[in-house]
């Protein structure tokens, strides 16, 4: 299929799932609870909010006893992290393992699984990698004889090597070494594959309307994936199917996947496309009515992955641009910054279609990305990792966001990474 012809069956005419006039706790439905921020709730009124909600889970970056404390008697499960600089002393020695598992395993409350590090095959820290898997196998050894918590890790988008079309996805060759005795830990265990996936970033590097439709979840005329036949009406499926073919490809289909992050900023500085409060409520509203329909995605339907949205509060401590600090969907007050129906009170409705905001600037320049003969997009930069200490930018036309994925790096660096498969669709747009 040439270039133009890719584009041109893009987006197809379906909407966003139709919710129902209201919901009661959903195990599928997460949130991110971010603590880089002086203005936080205290945790009873945190945990008050969360039980007056739909939200079934709630992901954790460190332990916090206060909150999950708070928590104790609900229905909301705990996906609990532990930090990237944990993970060497969790890989020294069982018994390290064991004391961590014992001073921060909360026994309150359920925990779904916990994961070893966020995003750290792409932390720019080269040391890492080659001990994810001996701290997880020691803490799955610490975990009490017969628990229900599973042992897994957050990666961001930026360990596929291909994305594009979804049935290419394809796993980094040269992050191998660590990610797939990794996977196979994963598969032998019966843990789930959690990854970051971020469609806004993908409308930051091409700000044209259909392509906004496209990651809100709107109404658009659809993508075909000519390979598989498949036809996307939403960048969050294709994100997801493109894990799922990586998965496929290396003979984990049975490894389930967990979105540990996705989310919209409702604000940001002058040059932030697409971060507005109109945006922000009709992607996250959008995506939980999504959700809530269980259709699935076109490669794997009738199944809702289990999606953690990031965030419950906005993190004021945080650097970069606007954006960074404009993710919350409640403020300090406990009140909503916008509705995406997730009350449990009977009544309330998660939004539809919400027209899309003006377009803010202009697509960026393709920036060299080169395409296949077939139209389709080829990766031409070299796997993320470390030269001299310094995080390698992701060079791939392919290259489905990572953006704020990492939640805690460098925000101009996510940005270069987060551009993603936008950055075909600019290139082939030109051509």
Not at 241 to 246: E, G, L, N, P, Q
Not at 360 to 380: A, K
Request: glycine share 10%.
């Amino acid at each position: 299929m040439g270039a133009r012809r890719w584009l041109d069956v893009l987006l197809s005419p379906l909407g966003p799932a139709k919710p129902s006039s209201s919901y009661t706790w959903q195990s599928f439905i997460g949130v991110n609870y971010g603590t880089i921020a002086d203005t936080l709730p205290p945790p009873a009124s945190t945990a008050s909010l969360l039980k007056s909600t739909s939200i079934g889970k709630v992901r954790l970056y460190e332990p916090q006893p206060s909150l999950v404390a708070a928590l104790a008697g609900s229905n909301i499960s705990v996906l609990l992290g532990v930090p990237n600089s944990d993970v060497p002393n969790l890989a020294s020695s069982p018994a390290a393992a064991a004391a961590w598992a014992a001073a921060n395993i909360p026994t309150t409350v359920p925990v779904s699984a916990i994961s070893v590090g966020n995003e750290l095959l792409n932390s720019g820290d080269p040391t890492l990698g080659p001990q994810l898997l001996p701290a997880m196998q020691n803490l799955l050894a610490a975990l009490p004889a017969g628990s229900a918590t599973k042992i897994s890790t957050v990666h961001s988008m930026a360990v596929l090597s291909s994305s594009d079309p979804p049935s290419s996805g394809a796993f980094h060759g040269d992050l191998a070494g660590s990610l797939d005795p990794v996977l196979d830990f994963l598969h032998q265990n019966g843990a789930p594959f959690m990854i970051n996936p971020y469609p806004y970033f993908a409308y930051t590097s091409d700000t044209r309307p259909e392509t906004l439709a496209f990651c809100l979840f709107q109404p658009n005329p659809g993508r075909v994936d000519a390979v598989s036949g498949l036809t996307y009406t939403n960048m969050f499926d294709a994100q997801l199917d493109a894990i799922r073919a990586a998965l496929d490809a290396k003979g984990y289909s049975g490894v389930d996947i967990v979105i540990a992050e996705t989310g919209w900023p409702y604000k940001g500085d002058a040059d932030e496309a697409g971060a507005t409060v109109d945006n922000a409520k009709a992607y996250n509203g959008n995506l939980v009515a999504h959700l809530r329909s269980q259709v699935g995605t076109p490669r794997t339907p009738g199944k809702s992955v289990d999606t953690y949205i990031f965030a419950l509060y906005d993190e004021d401590l945080k650097g970069g641009p606007e954006s960074e600090r404009s993710f919350g969907l409640y403020r300090s007050d406990l009140t909503a910054n916008y509705d995406i129906g997730l009350a449990a009170a009977p009544g309330t409705v998660a939004p539809t279609t919400v027209t899309p905001a003006p377009v803010q600037n202009t697509p960026p320049p393709s920036r060299g990305l080169t395409p296949s003969p077939s139209g389709f997009c080829v990766t031409t930069g070299s796997v993320p990792g470390t030269t001299q200490g310094q995080q390698v930018t992701q060079a791939s036309s392919c290259y489905l966001p990572a953006g704020a994925g990492s939640r805690r790096a460098d925000a101009a660096v996510r940005r270069l990474v987060g551009h993603g498969l936008s950055l075909c669709l600019v290139m082939l747009a030109r051509r």
